[in-house]
């Protein structure tokens, strides 16, 4: 593909909640790989920082590269029914992280 091509791809973004502060991107991209069966899905991960202190907030932005990535993730998650259901779950360092669509800014 053409880096055009690239560009018009549409992405699926989510936010992942609830991680551990001490949460590392390749951490994070190594669990939501695993969910959506394969790490080039995986396109950008933000964590969010504190601006004062630099410490995390607990959740990043994760875009993924297709709809049905994000689906697959959703379902790992238990959020399939948008209500964060206990079927399922997707787990960092001993925590159940949560995973919702963001919304378009």
Same mark, same amino acid.
């Given at each position: ?12 973004? $989510?936010? *992942? ?6 949460? %590392?991107? $390749?951490? *994070?991209?190594? *669990? !939501? ?9 995986? %396109? ?7 601006? /004062? ?5 607990? #959740?990043? #932005? !994760? /875009? ?16 399939? /029914?948008?209500?964060?259901? $206990? ?11 949560? !995973? %919702? ?5």
């Amino acid at each position: 593909k053409s880096e055009a091509a690239e560009a018009r791809q549409p992405r699926a973004a $989510s936010i *992942v909640a609830n991680l551990p502060y001490a949460a %590392q991107e $390749s951490q *994070v991209r190594d *669990v !939501v790989a695993a969910a959506c069966g394969d790490a080039t899905l995986v %396109q950008d991960i933000n964590i969010v920082v504190d601006r /004062d202190t630099g410490r995390s907030k607990g #959740f990043a #932005f !994760v /875009d993924l590269a297709s709809e049905a990535a994000l689906e697959a993730v959703l379902s790992a998650a238990g959020a399939g /029914d948008g209500h964060g259901s $206990s079927r399922g779950g997707m787990e960092l360092a001993g925590r159940r992280i949560a !995973v %919702q669509r963001a919304r378009a800014r």
